[in-house]
C-alpha cells in the first residue's frame, strides 16, 4: 500500500497500470486483472488530478480493448469505463456512448459481448443520467438498439439486452415507455429461451412491468401466470427466485384475485413445495448440528439493534392496537438473511393468505395434512412453516382445526431435529392470540410450559425463536401469565448463565416484555429476589462503551417502570451510570465539533438509551427520584441535550423533561425560562416525534405552572394552533397537541380563549378517540374554561363539541356538570324550536348519549 502510495506521486505511473491492463498479454490474466483495479481505485480518488494526456490515454486504451480475448479483461476494462464515467466524465467524454454502442455491431463477439457489459454497467449506475436532457437523452437511441439484440444468437448477449433495458423500468423512462409493446413482445418471444440467466432476466422484467405498466400486461395475464408458475419452478434457483417475486407482487395489485383466483389450484402447491429446505441451506444453517450452546458467537452473527426513541402517546379506547411497525415479521432462519427461494415464497403464501382469506384453504388443507404428519423431518418443518404463514391471512378459516393443530405443534416442540423446534416456536408464536384466547389450561399452560424448555435448548437457533416467540406469547398473554410468573422467571434467569452473546440480547428483550406485560404484578419480593441480581450482575460487566449497554438499558426501563418502588434499592447506581453515559456522550461531541480531525464523533445513540432509562426511572419512581436528580446535574446536561443538533437527542430529552415535570418538578421549575424558548423552537412538524415529545412536555409543564404559565404561551401557542389545523398531520400528534392546547387553555384562558374559533373544530374530532384519563380530564376542563370566557367561539363548530362531549364514558362529577351548563346554556340562547332543528343533525347515537346523560 505504501509503494503504491508512492508511485501515485508519478503523473504517469496510471499510464503504466493501463498498459499492463490492455496491451502486456505475457502476463497472467490476474495480472492484468489487478492492474487495472489498482488503476479504477486511483480513477476513483484522484481522477480530477490526473493530467490531460494520461486521462485521454486511459480512455482510448479502454476503448480499444474492450473486446479483449479474455473475459475477465473485458469485464476489468467495464468497471474501468464505468469508473470514469460516474466521475461526472459521461459529459466530459461525449464520444463514449456512441462509440460503445457502435461497438456491438461488431462481427467480433468478444468485442459485442465486452461493449455490451460496459454498457450494462453504465446504465446501472447512471440510468437517471441516461434519461435526462444533459446529455441530450441517449436512450431515445439505446433502448431501440438494446431492443434489437433481444433475438441475438449469443445467450450472454441477449442477457445483456435485457438486464440493460430492465434498468430503466421502475423508473418510467420516456424512451422505454414509448418502446414499450415492442419490449413485451420481445420478452414474451424469449418466454422459452434455453439460458438461465436470459431466463432470470425475463422474469425480473415482468416483475417490475407489474409494477410500474400492469395496464399492458393484462390483457395477457392468462398467459403471463402460466409462464410463471413453470418458471417458479424452475430448475436454476436463481431463476425460480426472481419468478417467484412475482406472486409478492401480485398480491399487491388490486387485480390480484380476480386474475389469480382460477390458478390458485396450480400455484399453491408450488409455493408449498418452495418452503422446503434445500440441501445447501441445510449445509449453510448447520442442520444437522444439534447441540452448539457451548460454541461462542462470532461477533458478524450479530445484526446491529436499533434503540427506537420514546414517543409519548395516549391510550385510546380500543385496547392494545398493534403497531404495525411493531410487528417484525422475523422469519425463522434470519441468520441466512440471504433472500432465498424459501423465504420468498413463505412471504408470497403469507401475503396471497391476505388477499384471498378462507378462499386458500381448500387448496391449502390437503397439503398440509400430508406435510404436518410426514416422516421426513425437512417435509414435516415446511408443513410447519406453512401453518405460520398463513396464520395471519386465514386465521378464522383455521380457527375449527386449531384444537387439534396446536397440541400436535407443542408436541413438534420436542422433536429430535432442532430445525424443526425453533420453526414450531415462530408457528405457534403467530397463532399466540388464539392460544390465549381459550381457557388457559387449555393450551396456553401447556404451551407456556415447552416453550420455557425451548428457552434452555441446548440448541442456539432454537433458544433464540423461542425467546422471541416467548415474547410474542408475553404481548398477547398480558396478566394471564401472573400465576406463572414465578416459573417463568426461573427459567429466564436460568437462561442468563447458559446463553452465548446473540441470544443474551434477544433475552433482554424477552424480560423487558415480561415486564410490560405484567406491569405491577412483577413488584414482589420473591420476583424481585429472582431477576434483579442477575440484571445488575450484568449491568456492572459491562463498559460504558459496550454497545450490549442499550439491550440491557432497555430492558431495565421496563423493569423500573414495572417494579416502581421495588426498584428503589437498585435505581441509585443505575441512575448514576445514565448520567455518566450522557455527560460523556456530550463531553465527547464537544471535543469533536471543536477539532474534528482530532477526535471522532461519538454514538449519540449511548446519550438517546439513558435518557430513555432516565424517563423510565422517573416513571417507575414517581416522587422516589426526587432525591436522585437533587444529587446530579441533569438539568445542566437536559438543557445540553434538548438542543442537540440530531432529532433523536431531542425527541428523547423532551420525553424525559416531561417525565421529571410529572415526578419533581420542584427541580424543573427554576429552569423553565430557559427551557420554553426550546421547546417552542421545537414545535415543528417537520420532525414528529421531537414537536409530539416536545408539545406533550408543555402540556405537562402547564399543570404544575397553574397561572404562571402566563409569560410563555406567546412562545407556543401559535405553533400549535397552526399544528393540529395542518393536513395530513399523524394521529398521535395531532392528539397530544389537542390536550396541551386544552391544558394550556385551562391555566392561561384569558390568553388562549380569544383563538378558539380557530382551533375548536379539529380539537374535538382528535380527542373523541381517546380514553377517559387525566390528560382527557384536564384538557375538556381547559375547553370548558375557555367557552365561558369566549362563547362566540364555538358557535359555528357546537355539533363537534357535542360530538366530543359525548365520547366521555364517565366524567368526573365536577367536569359532567361544566357540560351540562355549556349544553343547557346554549339550548336556552338559541331557544327550543332552534334546539330542534340542530339537533336533528345529530346521528341517532349522539342524539341518544346526550339526551340520556345531559337530558338535551
Same mark, same amino acid.
Request: aromatic residues 8%.
Given at each position: ?395 378464522? +378459516?383455521?380457527?375449527?382445526?386449531? %384444537? /387439534?393443530? !396446536?397440541?400436535? *405443534?407443542?408436541?413438534? @416442540?420436542?422433536? &429430535? ?101 405484567? +406491569?405491577?404484578?412483577?413488584?414482589? %419480593? /420473591?420476583? !424481585?429476589?429472582? *431477576?434483579?441480581?442477575? @440484571?445488575?450482575? &450484568? ?107 440530531? %432529532? /433523536? ?7 424525559? @423533561? ?199
Amino acid at each position: 500500500e505504501q509503494k503504491l502510495k508512492q508511485l501515485n506521486q508519478f503523473p504517469d505511473f496510471n499510464n503504466y497500470l493501463i498498459f499492463v491492463l490492455t496491451r502486456l498479454k505475457s502476463e497472467d490474466e490476474p495480472t492484468r486483472s489487478l492492474s487495472g483495479l489498482i488503476l479504477k481505485n486511483n480513477v476513483k480518488a484522484h481522477f480530477q488530478s490526473f493530467p490531460q494526456p494520461v486521462a485521454e490515454f486511459i480512455k482510448q486504451e479502454c476503448l480499444n480493448n474492450i473486446g479483449d480475448a479474455s473475459s475477465l479483461i473485458r469485464a476489468t476494462i467495464g468497471i474501468l469505463i464505468t469508473t470514469i464515467a460516474s466521475k461526472g466524465e459521461l459529459q466530459m467524454w461525449p464520444e463514449l456512448l456512441p462509440q460503445l454502442c457502435n461497438l456491438l455491431n461488431s462481427e467480433d463477439y468478444n468485442t459485442c459481448e465486452g461493449a455490451f457489459g460496459a454498457l450494462q454497467k453504465i446504465c446501472e449506475d447512471s440510468s437517471e443520467l441516461l434519461d435526462s436532457d444533459a446529455l441530450n437523452r441517449p436512450l431515445n437511441v439505446m433502448i431501440p438498439k438494446f431492443l434489437q439484440f433481444f433475438k441475438h444468437c449469443s445467450p450472454k448477449i441477449r442477457s445483456h439486452a435485457i438486464a440493460c433495458v430492465n434498468q430503466f423500468i421502475m423508473d418510467r423512462a420516456q424512451a422505454l415507455m414509448e418502446n414499450i409493446d415492442t419490449f413485451i413482445e420481445h420478452l414474451f418471444a424469449l418466454a422459452v429461451d434455453e439460458d438461465p440467466e436470459v431466463r432470470k432476466n425475463v422474469c425480473r422484467a415482468l416483475v417490475m412491468l407489474l409494477e410500474v405498466r400492469i395496464d399492458r400486461l393484462i390483457p395477457h395475464m392468462h398467459s403471463i401466470i402460466q409462464y410463471m408458475l413453470q418458471r417458479t419452478q424452475d430448475s436454476d434457483e436463481n431463476v425460480a427466485l426472481e419468478a417467484c417475486e412475482f406472486w409478492l407482487t401480485l398480491a399487491e395489485q388490486p387485480i390480484c384475485k380476480e386474475v389469480l383466483t382460477s390458478h390458485l389450484v396450480q400455484l399453491i402447491p408450488i409455493l408449498v413445495n418452495g418452503m422446503k429446505y434445500s440441501e445447501i441451506d441445510i449445509i449453510l444453517l448447520k442442520g444437522d448440528v444439534e447441540e452448539d450452546e457451548a460454541i461462542p458467537d462470532s461477533e458478524q452473527d450479530i445484526k446491529p439493534r436499533f434503540h427506537k426513541s420514546r414517543t409519548v402517546t395516549l391510550q385510546h379506547e380500543e385496547e392494545r392496537a398493534q403497531d404495525p411497525e411493531d410487528a417484525e415479521d422475523e422469519d425463522d432462519d434470519d441468520t441466512l438473511s440471504d433472500w432465498n427461494l424459501r423465504k420468498c415464497s413463505a412471504a408470497a403464501l403469507d401475503v396471497l393468505a391476505n388477499v384471498f382469506r378462507e378462499e386458500l384453504l381448500p387448496h391449502l388443507l390437503p397439503l398440509l395434512k400430508e406435510l404436518l404428519f410426514h416422516p421426513e423431518w425437512v417435509i414435516k418443518e415446511s408443513g410447519i412453516l406453512v401453518l405460520g404463514a398463513i396464520a395471519e391471512g386465514c386465521m378464522q +378459516g383455521m380457527v375449527p382445526y386449531l %384444537p /387439534e393443530l !396446536i397440541p400436535h *405443534l407443542i408436541r413438534c @416442540l420436542a422433536d &429430535k431435529k432442532a430445525l424443526v423446534r425453533s420453526i414450531a416456536c415462530w408457528t405457534l408464536s403467530r397463532y399466540a392470540h388464539w392460544v390465549v384466547s381459550q381457557p388457559p389450561d387449555m393450551y396456553l399452560k401447556p404451551l407456556m410450559t415447552e416453550l420455557l424448555k425451548r428457552i434452555l435448548d441446548s440448541n442456539k437457533r432454537v433458544q433464540e425463536a423461542a425467546c422471541s416467540a416467548f415474547a410474542t406469547l408475553e404481548e398477547e398473554a398480558c396478566t394471564e401469565l401472573v400465576p406463572y410468573l414465578s416459573f417463568i422467571l426461573d427459567t429466564l434467569v436460568f437462561a442468563f448463565g447458559k446463553y452465548q452473546h446473540k441470544n443474551l440480547l434477544i433475552l433482554y428483550d424477552a424480560i423487558g416484555t415480561l415486564a410490560d406485560s405484567v +406491569g405491577h404484578h412483577l413488584n414482589q %419480593p /420473591e420476583y !424481585i429476589q429472582k *431477576l434483579m441480581p442477575p @440484571l445488575i450482575q &450484568k449491568w456492572n460487566e459491562l463498559k460504558d462503551e459496550d454497545k450490549d449497554l442499550f439491550p440491557l438499558l432497555e430492558c431495565l426501563s421496563s423493569v423500573a417502570t414495572a417494579l416502581q418502588s421495588g426498584f428503589l434499592p437498585y435505581c441509585e447506581p443505575v441512575y448514576q451510570r445514565c448520567v455518566t453515559l450522557v455527560q460523556k456522550t456530550l463531553a465527547q461531541a464537544m471535543m469533536y465539533n471543536q477539532h474534528p480531525e482530532q477526535y471522532e464523533a461519538p454514538d449519540k445513540d449511548f446519550m438517546i438509551v439513558a435518557l430513555d432509562l432516565l424517563s423510565g426511572l422517573a416513571e417507575g419512581l414517581g416522587c422516589h427520584v426526587e432525591q436522585l436528580v437533587a444529587r446530579s446535574n441533569i438539568m445542566t446536561l437536559l438543557f445540553q441535550c434538548m438542543q442537540d443538533t440530531m %432529532p /433523536e437527542v431531542r425527541q428523547s430529552s423532551f420525553a424525559l @423533561l416531561g417525565d421529571l415535570t410529572k415526578a419533581c418538578f420542584v427541580h424543573v421549575k427554576p429552569c423553565i425560562a430557559e427551557f420554553m424558548p426550546i421547546l417552542g423552537t421545537n414545535l415543528n412538524p417537520e420532525f414528529i416525534s421531537v414537536c409530539n415529545n416536545a408539545t406533550w412536555a408543555i402540556g405537562e409543564i402547564c399543570m404544575q405552572m397553574g397561572a404562571e404559565m402566563q409569560p410563555y404561551v406567546q412562545m407556543v401557542l401559535n405553533n400549535l394552533v397552526e399544528i393540529i389545523n395542518r393536513p395530513n398531520t399523524p394521529k398521535t400528534l395531532l392528539e397530544n397537541t389537542a390536550i396541551t392546547i386544552g391544558r394550556l387553555g385551562f391555566v392561561c384562558p384569558q390568553e388562549v380563549a380569544p383563538m378558539l374559533q380557530q382551533f375548536i373544530r379539529p380539537w374535538c374530532t382528535s380527542l373523541r378517540n381517546i380514553r377517559d384519563n387525566e390528560e382527557k380530564d384536564s384538557a375538556f376542563r381547559g375547553i370548558c374554561v375557555m367557552i365561558g370566557v369566549n362563547p362566540g367561539g364555538v358557535v359555528q363548530d357546537f355539533i363537534f363539541f357535542c360530538d366530543a362531549v359525548a365520547s366521555w364514558v364517565s366524567p368526573k362529577d365536577d367536569l359532567r356538570d361544566m357540560f351540562y351548563k355549556i349544553l343547557h346554556g346554549f339550548k336556552d340562547q338559541v331557544g327550543e324550536e332552534n334546539w330542534q332543528q340542530f339537533s336533528e343533525q345529530f346521528p341517532p347515537l349522539l342524539k341518544d348519549r346526550l339526551a340520556a346523560f345531559y337530558g338535551v
